[in-house]
């Protein structure tokens, strides 16, 4: 069977075609277009949802054009349509699921709605030959969901059904490294930008650079700490987050740095050392709360999912702690399908198919009924 899936919840205008073959649960991902916004964003310092929403207007029809091309498919060959319904940006996860639905209301195709971490998750099961097989991993799974607007671990113990353990209580780990960039005028997307700040940071430490003063200017609480910035809820005791904090304090030391220091090429190496610490500090409270669901709920499979889940410190971190480690199988997307894809839909799509016995038939009003919510819940 083949699925065309569209997503369009935040900047990217994404359609993919995964072919899937349905006794197996083998499937092959033959195009994943993704026409990303983010020169439109830059100059904003983050996403404008209605200049997103004329982006994917813009962009959606050559997308389409260019996948199916790409994938050497016609629309009449297409058994199913997928497209994400939240949660998102209403303005731009409107385009998709009006493309969506002309498109399964001309074809006479069958439409479901899918929720976008749940792609995120099963992003996991892309390889890199762009192939995957559905009884890859083994239940119960533990995810690790990262992204501009979620921070959550998500127990699964069987495909499509999920338990939320833990959450953020204010900023998202992918928003905390957007809004530390924006702090420090380092450009749009923050986490990339950080990440590479971060690198040279890095560098910078083990050829000992001296942080000018930078114990005498963190303030308060964590004085006595190794640590310049704080690594918050990581003593906690439940499996929460909280991202807040960490951005505000290096709010503070940011000004305070930026007023003691007049040399601009050490202003910007003191921005190196700041991206790298904070990141660090991200880092370390999602694999103490990683670790810490690991022990109480003992999944067999751990991934990590999202768009922060590109960050090479991070997926360097967890599978040194988490590969091979405490019997769990870890995994982590390939680059490529970490951030927004339309792939990762496609695969949602064909496991509800296949593994909730779903008939195509049965989906075939969808076209009528299905709203976008930037809320949407998961469900199981
Ligand atoms: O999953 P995603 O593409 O979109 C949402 O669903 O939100 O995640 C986007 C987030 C942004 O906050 C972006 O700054 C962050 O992922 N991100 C990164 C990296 N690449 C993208 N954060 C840290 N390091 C990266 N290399
Ligand atoms: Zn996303």
Known sequence: MKILAIETSCDETSIAILKGEEKSGVFKILANVVSSQVKIHAKWGGVVPNLAAREHLKNIIPVLNETL???????????????TQGPGLIPALLIGINAAKTLAYFCEKPLIGIHHIEG?????????KKEGNLSQFKFPVLALVVSGGHTQLILMKDYLNYKIIGETLDDAAGEAFDKIAKIMNLGYPGGPAVAKRALEGKSQIMNKF?????????????????????????????LNFSFSGLKT????????????IKDKKNLEAHKNFICWEAQTAIVEVLRKKSLMAIEKYHP???F???????NKELRGDFEKHIKNNLGVEFTCPLIEYCGDNAAMIAVVAFSKLIKKNINPKKLKENWR??????????KN
Do not use: T
Not at 211 to 231: E, L, T, V
Not at 304 to 310: F, K, P, T
Not at 369 to 378: G, I, Q, R, T, V
């Open 69 to 83: 091309k790409k994938a050497k498919v016609v629309l009449s060959e297409i058994d199913l349509i997928a497209i």
């Open 120 to 128: 995120h998750i099963y992003a996991n099961y892309i390889n890199q």
């Open 210 to 238: 001296k942080i000018q003063n930078a114990h005498k200017i963190q303030s308060g609480k964590n004085k006595k700490s190794k640590d310049i910035f704080p690594r918050p809820m990581i003593n906690s005791g439940d």
């Open 249 to 260: 304090a290096v709010l503070y030391f940011y000004e305070k740095i930026k007023k003691e």
């Open 300 to 302: 067999q499979s751990f």
């Open 304 to 310: 990590l999912a999202g768009g922060v889940a590109a």
């Open 369 to 378: 009924d299905l709203e976008a919510d930037s809320n949407l819940k998961l």
